[in-house]
């Protein structure tokens, strides 16, 4: 019987397990094996861009340089001030003195006059910049760099909006204004427009009433007086002025009525804004000191000393002087034969001088009480051809009107200012029912 060499029994179940149970640990061996080798094998080829964990790099900010300290000093030229007072603390002799050089062409220094707004501003106590209000329009700024200074003049910058403003006449134009919480510059501007037509210290009446487009000027949130007027309309005794503002191509900006008449005329009415007549017109008056009766071909407008006296109309200075009857006296030449004369006055501004051209509106000197006058007033007198007329019955030419060229610009530019005008003298008319009838009358000539 032959012996079959490829026969294998039959395992039983302990010899089973005993296979299976090599197998495992094979296995287990070859695992640890692997997952070393793999190791190894991460270890020797460095860490991995794609495994490694994405962070944003954090930025440090260097810390920000401290501010440089700002000191701000307001003030106001005082009298007899001079630029040397005002930045000898900032800059030498020798640094003023080239100042000085530079403002002949920007803003002589001379000019600089007591009572206007400066500013000087320092950074770390050292100078940065010196700001000077020439007016209300202009200031002249001088700033210090690294290596040199600049003197320059700028545009005042104000935050501007239009405004109605409108009042009632129950005393004075001054008072009314207060009582709307204006300010006094208001009354004087609006007596600048219609200066030509009403004569503000005769006229007024009780019940007469006003209104204005004007621009109100504003810095630094606070109000700070008031820019163009647009349009505005004056009712006097029932009859109404209406004034537009308009430049007419090359001529300067006038005020003209909504027909496109100008509203000034060769004379203003009245050479002071506000004030009373103390003495009239008349060709026989006992005068208070020489009780001699002669006669008074002028007006005396009682003022407070010191009140600006304008001259009437264009004009050159022909006579200045001072005498025992006249005091200070200024005579002015104007067109056509017209001249006319300020006397009893205190003094004349800087500039006023025989021969030197004055314009309309231009003060020309203060009432006073100079020569043989009782107290404090203007005595103003007017001339025709050598002859005295009474300058409160003059009907004065006016100016031109708005040209033919630009009439068309001038409608287009109102139309909507007199509508708005006549809807507020809609309103206003319901106010005026409130007021008293009785007329104001301002004191009578003697």
Known sequence: MSVNKDFHPPLNSRGTRKIKSKLRQIVAISALVLIAGVALLLLSSGPSTELEARETPVKVNAPPPPQPV???????????????????????PQEIHKLNQQSSEIFPFTKISAGQPYRIITLDGQFDSFIYEIDTEEQLVISRTADQVIMERQDIIYDVIVAPVHGLIKTSLFDAIHEINEKPELAYILA???????????????????????????????????GRVLAAEFVNQGQSFKAFRFKDGDQKVSFY?????????????????FTRISSGYTMRRLHPITKVWKAHPAIDYAAPVGTPVKTVGDGSITRKGNDRGNGRYLEVTHSNGYKTMYLHLKGFPRGIAKGKRVTQGQVIGYVGSSGLSTGPHLDFRMKRHGKPINPLKLKAPAAKSV??????EFEVLIAPLVAQLEENRTQFQVAQLQVPHENFQPEKPE
């Open 403 to 408: 040209s033919k060229e630009h009439l068309g």
């Open 257 to 273: 009525n909504e027909k496109g008449e100008n509203l000034r005329k060769a004379f203003l009415k009245a050479p002071l804004s």
């Open 192 to 226: 600048d427009i219609f200066g030509w037509d009403i004569n503000f210290i005769l006229d007024l009446r009780v019940g007469d009433s006003f209104q204005a487009l004007v621009q109100k000027r504003y810095r630094e949130g606070q109000m700070a007086g008031y």
């Open 70 to 92: 700002r000191e701000e000093l307001r003030n106001t030229v005082p009298s007899g001030s001079s630029i040397t007072a005002l930045l000898g603390d900032y800059f030498t």
